[in-house]
């Protein structure tokens, strides 16, 4: 059952001023580098002073800010108080080649049902719901039985430095929170034909690698077994075939379980292979049939290391002494940079050196809170027969600064989707970016409900 409070509103009229809002965000170009988000944050400090609530606007650099709201507890509270929950999204968002969009990305078109633009997904589409949910509970004037905490901000496409880790290093009071919605997940996979529900609790970290071959010159009319482009390209190669080792966390096995679960037999009986070494391959190559969903699964059950640039010699007949490539490594739930290090210079062997460029850890999940459960009685109250499942994010989101001040996070940016449309998941960063003006409603509601019932007494 909903939370009462959603009783009292007129929900297609607050879904469709939540659209425009979205609609108004998408028309900003905050394609980062630069980002420039400061005139949209400028905008959506006016939307919410027009519901009220007074936000605090905090630049982080040129044509770059953030934006904080707070309504505070107010009610006497029965059972313990609970520390601010925190909504969070970023108004960056990646660039686009706007020549192969069939709308234009930054206009913000209704199509077929669909939004179309860059960031309706990347997530533009949580700020909205979250400025209309803290709007809507601040026009209501309902009691809160703890803070609730907007953080609209910069930069997330490029590293934080602009936006969540500026704000986590110079002003942690004010963003400081025991729970933070944000994301990644709260939308719907079609999985064996079953509704199911990712929820955020775990990230993978990062290490950012650059690889070196050395070797000798010489006149490229005479070939050397020693050529440091040949020496790299090997290296490459084997990174290109070679798996990494599975590192079967906590977390995994609670994600792979609860996937396990959702699903019909013989799926729910094999899934759980996944976290076998001897079948785990067979399993994400032969019975998820999703490619995409594979990928992902694979991903997020062992470090990854994949290469992204090379560069090596300037002219045809002279052998380069060195050839460099870069390496987006990606560090497993339960595993270490020091882990990943040692299978790549096994993988590297003597003539190549490995320099880390750049590396955060993973974000393990947080204690069990109780908070993915409420998440998971909104998914199956408002989504019959669906089930939220605690998942592990493959790439890397703000709750990586957020959860340095100790905050509990989960991705919850809710939408529905239909069976047969495009995966969401395949939606970020892509050419086509769009997201179901249905859905999009019915996720508004989701994110109220989730927010009610952590925030505001029943009844
Ligand atoms: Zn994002």
């Not at 997020?300 to 490594?329: F, M």
């Amino acid at each position: 059952m909903a939370h009462p409070l959603l009783d009292q509103v007129d929900w297609p009229a607050e879904e469709a001023a939540a659209l425009e809002l979205l609609q108004a965000l998408v028309r900003f170009e905050t394609v980062n580098p630069p980002g420039q988000e400061a005139d949209c944050i400028a905008w959506l400090a006016d939307r919410l002073r027009a519901d009220g609530v007074e936000p605090t606007v905090l630049s982080s650099g040129p044509g770059r800010a953030n934006l904080v709201a707070r309504l505070p507890a107010t009610g006497a509270t029965s059972g313990h108080p609970a520390g601010p929950l925190l909504l969070n999204g970023h108004v960056d968002v990646v660039g686009v080649e706007a020549e192969r969009w069939r709308h234009p990305p930054f206009a913000a078109e209704v199509h077929d049902g669909w939004l179309w633009g860059r960031g309706t997904v990347d997530m533009k589409h949580m700020v909205a719901m979250s400025v209309a949910v803290i709007g809507l509970l601040a026009r209501l004037g309902v009691p809160l039985r703890r803070d609730l905490v907007l953080a609209a901000v910069a930069d997330e496409e490029n590293g934080c430095a602009f936006g969540s880790a500026w704000l986590v290093d110079n002003h942690p009071d004010l963003v400081r929170a025991e729970h933070a919605l944000g994301e990644v997940g709260g939308f719907t996979v079609w999985l064996g034909g079953r509704p199911v529900y990712p929820v955020q609790v775990a990230e993978k970290g990062i290490c950012w690698l650059k690889a070196t071959a050395r070797g000798s010159t010489g006149h490229g009319s005479v070939p050397r077994r020693d050529n440091a482009v040949a020496r790299l390209a090997r290296f490459v190669d084997r990174l290109g075939r070679r798996r990494l080792p599975l590192r079967p966390s906590p977390e995994a096995t609670r994600f792979v379980t609860a996937l396990a679960e959702a699903q019909p037999r013989p799926a729910r009986d094999l899934l759980p292979l996944l976290l076998d070494r001897r079948f785990s391959a067979l399993v994400t190559g032969w019975l998820v049939r999703d490619e995409a969903a594979a990928r992902n699964l694979d991903a997020v059950l062992r470090d990854t290391a994949t290469p992204t640039v090379l560069r090596a010699g300037g002219k045809v007949n002279v052998i380069p002494s060195r050839a460099e490539a870069e390496i987006d490594g990606r560090i497993a739930v339960g595993s270490s940079q020091e882990a990943l290090l040692a299978e790549l210079r096994r993988l590297a062997g003597p003539f190549i050196d490995l320099e880390v460029l750049g590396s955060f850890p993973p974000t393990p999940a947080p204690p069990d809170t109780g908070v993915f459960a409420t998440l998971a009685d909104v998914v199956a109250d408002h989504h019959p027969g669906a089930v939220a499942v605690p998942s592990i994010t493959p790439g890397f989101t703000d709750a990586k600064f957020w959860s340095r001040l100790g905050t509990a996070c989960y991705g919850f940016a809710p939408v529905r989707l239909d069976p047969g449309g495009p995966a969401y998941a395949d939606l970020f960063h892509a050419t086509d970016e769009r997201v179901p003006v249905a859905g999009f409603g019915a996720g508004l509601r989701m994110l109220a409900d989730a927010v009610a019932r952590l925030c505001v007494e029943p009844g």
